[in-house]
């Protein structure tokens, strides 16, 4: 299959007041972005903003910020554009709303808009689902059984001003290691798209295996102990004995009872017809449940082939994409029909053969939607087909019982048909009395049985869940093995990055000029140079967005890391950075950028740009000032 590198890119970002109007509305381009202006003109606001929209949760809004209804953006996610909104509230774990095509377009329509909420349920997606199968990410969950979410991307993303500069990701109150490692390995692309699912299922697989080890051996215990049945041949052998110890028993109560006296009276009702009555009821109630369970096995075939015909048609538009991709990037020289070489007089947007314009955009957008409503379709099939097979399931095992209570009733009529009588004699009550025990020993092993089929069911169980875990197991070291070695490319990479831009740093800190190892532990989110973490706060600054741009310049040159090519930074000039040196790195990474021909986009903030920086079409909007702060509320 294709590598899919994923792109996150920023192409509008508007925000609207209470009443609806305009407060921001900018649009980004490619490469290097700039917000520029004075400190409190409200940068960091709009960085915010941009954060919150594409998926961040954040409610620690400025007072500029409330006076403002909603933030909205519109995104090209791998090529296709959609539109985002977002709630201006002081509360956490917002909703998304999502339209599936660009801003121009939702303004004139305003029913097709899904609103999804924070986190995924049962029977509801969130909007990370939704956005991470736009990115073509997966979706992954991690050993506190939490999954991560987009907004855990982000905190790779943004680099802004709250979070200590010792620490790369992006602060929040309940940080988890074990996350962050996910978080890391997801966007260096060393994350298997099964991986983490096989390590979460190892562990569950063995926790199974060990309950159900100690419910085997408990249950075989005592079942073993009790009855001396421990097989299902056994049970059903000593249920054959039984009744033909039954038939017996009825057979001499016959005999006998041709030897009696028939009394009956008209009032009295015959043994016959209440056993009758019974055994008509348990025959209605075998018929309804075989009905059932035949319905039922319709049902869930049915249900069974719409699920595959949903993932034939998944199947089916991700290789139309996918095709449609790889012929896109085919460049065409000579007409397919005469063979004559095509002229390159064509508008840039146009076709190269029939000069019509190119419109790819909503047909992009609109193929992610269809997308993501046929998973959501087989989600939601699939939980309807496990409840009819759970349904099945029981009145299978419900069936057995009704079926030996029917036999039994329809014996004892034949044995009341023979010998109709209302009366007993004495000399038939030890028969009547031994015939009640050994009905009452047939419903005992029928019982018994399912017992039975319970320790033998456990038994299969605990060997498949052995066998898979020995699988896992094999399959984990293999992809561990595979996933060591593209991280250690991946780190490799970033070093060589990192001290590239600290070579080219002014002449500030000493360990930067010779610095030679670059140690980052996604894992405790911590970094060094050299194996020292103690510089300056200036210079820690530097350090810290010399690691995290490098991560992104990796992602550029390394087509396996999933890093969506996209960074936000918010703290340039943080902690005492004195103008020249902010300067120096801001066009540093802006020449970085420039060298590059993949599409790529980096926003930041800054209150001291550089001269040559400035007034060029890198800037996004006005120079801002106390006078004329980022919102216009």
Same mark, same amino acid.
């Given at each position: 299959?294709?590598?899919?590198?994923?792109?996150?890119?920023?192409?509008?970002?508007?925000?609207?007041?209470?009443?609806?109007?305009?407060?921001?509305?900018?649009?980004?381009?490619?490469?290097?972005?700039?917000?520029?202006?004075?400190?409190?003109?409200?940068?960091?606001?709009?960085?915010?903003?941009?954060?919150?929209?594409?998926?961040?949760?954040?409610?620690?809004?400025?007072?500029?910020?409330?006076?403002?209804?909603?933030?909205?953006?519109?995104?090209?996610?791998?090529?296709?554009?959609?539109?985002?909104?977002?709630?201006?509230?002081?509360?956490?774990?917002?909703?998304?709303?999502?339209?599936?095509?660009?801003?121009?377009?939702?303004?004139?329509?305003?029913?097709?808009?899904?609103?999804?909420?924070?986190?995924?349920?049962?029977?509801?997606?969130?909007?990370?689902?939704?956005?991470?199968?736009?990115?073509?990410?997966?979706?992954?969950?991690?050993?506190?059984?939490?999954?991560?979410?987009?907004?855990?991307?982000?905190?790779?993303?943004?680099?802004?001003?709250?979070?200590?500069?010792?620490?790369?990701?992006?602060?929040?109150?309940?940080?988890?290691?074990?996350?962050?490692?996910?978080?890391?390995?997801?966007?260096?692309?060393?994350?298997?798209?099964?991986?983490?699912?096989?390590?979460?299922?190892?562990?569950?697989?063995?926790?199974?295996?060990?309950?159900?080890?100690?419910?085997?051996?408990?249950?075989?215990?005592?079942?073993?102990?009790?009855?001396?049945?421990? /097989?299902? !041949?056994?049970?059903?052998?000593?249920? %054959?004995?039984?009744? @033909?110890? $039954? #038939?017996?028993?009825? &057979?001499? +109560?016959?005999?006998?009872?041709?030897?009696?006296?028939?009394? /009956?009276? !008209?009032?009295?009702?015959?043994?016959? %017809?209440?056993?009758? @009555?019974? $055994? #008509?009821?348990?025959? &209605?109630? +075998?018929?309804?449940?075989?009905?059932?369970?035949?319905?039922?096995?319709?049902?869930?075939?049915?249900?069974?082939?719409?699920?595959?015909?949903?993932?034939?048609?998944?199947?089916?538009?991700?290789?139309?994409?996918?095709?449609?991709?790889?012929?896109?990037?085919?460049?065409?020289?000579?007409?397919?029909?005469?063979?004559?070489?095509?002229?390159?007089?064509?508008?840039?947007?146009?076709?190269?053969?029939?000069?019509?314009?190119?419109?790819?955009?909503?047909?992009?957008?609109?193929?992610?939607?269809?997308?993501?409503?046929?998973?959501?379709?087989?989600?939601?099939?699939?939980?309807?087909?496990?409840?009819?097979?759970?349904?099945?399931?029981?009145?299978?095992?419900?069936?057995?019982?009704?079926?030996?209570?029917?036999?039994?009733?329809?014996?004892?009529?034949?044995?009341?048909?023979?010998?109709?009588?209302?009366?007993?004699?004495?000399?038939?009550?030890?028969?009547?009395?031994?015939?009640?025990?050994?009905?009452?020993?047939?419903?005992?092993?029928?019982?018994?049985?399912?017992?039975?089929?319970?320790?033998?069911?456990?038994?299969?169980?605990?060997?498949?869940?052995?066998?898979?875990?020995?699988?896992?197991?094999?399959?984990?070291?293999?992809?561990?093995?595979?996933?060591?070695?593209?991280?250690?490319?991946?780190?490799?990479?970033?070093?060589?990055?990192?001290?590239?831009?600290?070579?080219?740093?002014?002449?500030?800190?000493?360990?930067?000029?010779?610095?030679?190892?670059?140690?980052?532990?996604?894992?405790?989110?911590?970094?060094?140079?050299?194996?020292?973490?103690?510089?300056?706060?200036?210079?820690?600054?530097?350090?810290?967005?010399?690691?995290?741009?490098?991560?992104?310049?990796?992602?550029?040159?390394?087509?396996?890391?999933?890093?969506?090519?996209?960074?936000?930074?918010?703290?340039?000039?943080?902690?005492?950075?004195?103008?020249?040196?902010?300067?120096?790195?801001?066009?540093?990474?802006?020449?970085?950028?420039?060298?590059?021909?993949?599409?790529?986009?980096?926003?930041?903030?800054?209150?001291?740009?550089?001269?040559?920086?400035?007034?060029?079409?890198?800037?996004?909007?006005?120079?801002?000032?106390?006078?004329?702060?980022?919102?216009?509320?």
């Amino acid at each position: 299959m294709m590598n899919v590198k994923p792109t996150l890119f920023l192409n509008r970002l508007i925000v609207r007041t209470h009443n609806n109007r305009i407060a921001y509305d900018e649009t980004f381009h490619n490469g290097v972005n700039i917000i520029r202006g004075q400190n409190s003109s409200g940068k960091s606001t709009i960085a915010n903003f941009i954060f919150y929209v594409l998926g961040g949760d954040f409610s620690n809004w400025t007072t500029e910020a409330l006076k403002c209804k909603e933030v909205i953006a519109e995104v090209c996610l791998n090529s296709a554009v959609i539109t985002l909104k977002r709630n201006i509230v002081q509360s956490i774990r917002q909703p998304m709303s999502i339209f599936w095509n660009n801003y121009e377009e939702s303004k004139k329509d305003s029913m097709n808009w899904t609103t999804f909420p924070f986190n995924q349920s049962t029977n509801k997606v969130s909007y990370t689902n939704v956005l991470f199968k736009a990115l073509s990410f997966p979706e992954v969950k991690n050993e506190e059984n939490s999954n991560i979410t987009i907004h855990q991307i982000l905190r790779l993303l943004y680099i802004d001003q709250e979070t200590p500069t010792q620490r790369l990701f992006r602060l929040e109150q309940f940080d988890f290691p074990l996350t962050r490692e996910a978080i890391s390995e997801i966007l260096l692309g060393v994350y298997d798209d099964t991986l983490y699912s096989q390590r979460l299922r190892l562990k569950q697989a063995k926790k199974e295996k060990d309950e159900k080890d100690r419910e085997f051996q408990n249950l075989n215990k005592v079942f073993g102990h009790t009855t001396g049945y421990n /097989t299902i !041949t056994s049970v059903q052998n000593e249920i %054959e004995s039984t009744k @033909t110890t $039954l #038939s017996e028993i009825i &057979n001499n +109560i016959i005999e006998l009872r041709k030897l009696q006296i028939v009394r /009956t009276t !008209t009032k009295t009702k015959l043994v016959s %017809e209440n056993i009758l @009555t019974e $055994l #008509s009821n348990a025959k &209605n109630t +075998i018929r309804d449940i075989q009905i059932k369970i035949n319905q039922l096995d319709i049902d869930i075939a049915d249900s069974q082939q719409f699920i595959s015909t949903l993932k034939k048609r998944i199947s089916e538009l991700n290789n139309s994409l996918l095709t449609r991709q790889i012929l896109g990037e085919l460049p065409l020289t000579h007409c397919p029909q005469c063979l004559n070489e095509l002229t390159n007089n064509v508008a840039e947007g146009h076709c190269f053969l029939c000069k019509q314009p190119l419109s790819n955009e909503a047909e992009k957008a609109n193929a992610k939607r269809l997308l993501q409503e046929m998973d959501l379709q087989v989600r939601e099939s699939k939980s309807l087909l496990e409840e009819k097979e759970r349904k099945r399931a029981n009145f299978s095992g419900e069936l057995p019982t009704y079926i030996e209570t029917a036999r039994s009733l329809q014996k004892q009529l034949d044995s009341s048909v023979q010998n109709p009588q209302t009366t007993r004699d004495e000399r038939l009550d030890n028969f009547l009395v031994e015939k009640g025990k050994v009905e009452n020993k047939i419903e005992y092993l029928t019982q018994q049985l399912q017992m039975v089929e319970l320790i033998e069911l456990l038994k299969k169980e605990i060997a498949q869940l052995a066998a898979e875990i020995s699988i896992l197991e094999s399959e984990i070291q293999q992809k561990e093995s595979e996933q060591t070695k593209n991280r250690q490319f991946a780190m490799q990479k970033i070093r060589e990055f990192t001290l590239y831009i600290l070579k080219n740093d002014l002449d500030r800190q000493e360990e930067f000029r010779s610095g030679k190892w670059v140690e980052i532990d996604f894992l405790r989110d911590l970094y060094s140079l050299d194996g020292n973490h103690n510089f300056s706060a200036s210079s820690n600054v530097y350090l810290k967005n010399a690691i995290l741009f490098s991560i992104f310049f990796a992602s550029l040159e390394l087509d396996f890391l999933r890093y969506p090519r996209f960074i936000l930074c918010d703290n340039m000039e943080d902690k005492g950075m004195e103008k020249e040196r902010t300067q120096n790195l801001q066009k540093l990474i802006t020449e970085m950028s420039n060298k590059i021909e993949q599409e790529h986009q980096i926003i930041f903030t800054t209150s001291m740009i550089a001269d040559e920086l400035n007034n060029t079409p890198y800037c996004v909007g006005a120079e801002y000032d106390i006078n004329n702060k980022t919102l216009k509320v």
